[in-house]
């Protein structure tokens, strides 16, 4: 039987899933690895890290792969010479050195032309401030760059030989112009870049290369688009709500349509002529771990998480404010940080974990009150990432949401969805439609609490009083 093999590149580590044709599970591989952190606000990897870690993912699951799809953490820069060396360690989505390169690049380009043509405003996460960074601090490496990959696209090279990129991932760059899913000329030469540094660009179901053994490799997709896929979310009027590391709310669009303000991400979506909307925050799952790591070193989460079920649900009137590493969506803010409101001495730890879950959920919302301006109001949404697997998180989610959550069969949605891009590309599936119609099913519907909703909308009123508040307090720089 020729398997589908799905390989995610997070922050953490990599993620592989082989699966069947009609989804079903066969195996998994996980090969974590370290994230360096050299100065206060920075995120670093070396590559070399994601190539092991990958390689030996596919050896593990791949003998009997008919294709392999590829996904990854978005925006990260890694910077090689000409002969493809790594110059430097990664620079990752996460890091948030690059706060004056943003601002040079709204100037240079105008924020209007600039959300016109990439469908983003200038954040320090993406990938062409950080470039930018590079010329102004290590002139010496930038000299020296040939071409400029994110974290996937430097597996494909060493699984491959291939230079090449998908155009979701593309979109998050800052360098590419959404609308018409190529790379911007307007926007490299405002910013004195060069074109030939940059890979081709292929729809996320095109084959992008082989391995040494002759097995065609998708071009694939970010981590966020891949999820979607991996859920089932590639047509307008379905959403996808994302637990990770970060937390992401998606909707697909039908066609390119930039937030007004900016405080959307708009991309291309992992199918040919659609696109998506998508908000994000930095610390969901996150911060569930840095309480954890901090409070309760070496606890499962899911002995964490059980903690808080007991409490009711408004965490005895304490507020969490999730933004351990700044804030996108919809603040856009590098600068801001967390915080706990409303503590008193009758409160415990469960009071704290809950209030954790809770601040995640607000924000979460904040999102999805953006996508519902722009007309995006969905009815249900799929979820994944580490909360899907938690029913208490899943069901605070769903009430401060106030919609339902479906859970899918199988939850690694990036892997998964990297799998079912290796069934286009390998002739498996004539589309992501007939790829997702075959392997993903819901196993259950997660409903909100109608009496959780009533507490929870006056939470959240109360939340987004907080930001203004707390924002004064919290400039790092």
Known sequence: MSLLVGIDVGTTGVKGIALTPEGHVVARAEHRYTLSTPHPGWAEQDPEQWSRAAGAAVSSLGRDAGAI??????????ALDEQDRVLRPAILWNDQRTGAEAREIEERVGRERLLELTGNPALTG???????????HEPDTYARIRHVLLPKDYVRLVMTGEHAIDVADASGTLLFDVG?????DAVLDALELPREWLPRVLESQEVSGTTEAGKPVAAGAGDQAASAVGVGVHEPGTTAVTIGTSGVVFAPLPEFAPEPNGRLHVFCHAVPDR??????????GGSLRWFRDTIMPGIGFETVVAEAAPVEPGSGDVLFLPYLTGERTPHADPDVRGAFVGLGADHGRGHLIRAVLEGVAYGLRDSLEVLAELGQKPASARVSGGAARSPVWLKIVASVLGIPLERLAVEEGAAFGAALLAGVAGGEFASVAEATEAAVRVRETVEPDPEWVRVYDEGYRRYRELYPAVRPFSRTT
């Open 69 to 78: 799809g590829l996904s990854g953490q978005m925006h990260g820069l890694v």
């Open 180 to 184: 018409a899913r190529t790379w911007s």
């Open 275 to 284: 696109w998506h909307a998508m908000g994000v925050m930095l610390s969901a």
């Open 126 to 136: 993406f990938t062409a401030p950080k470039l930018l960074w590079l010329r102004r």
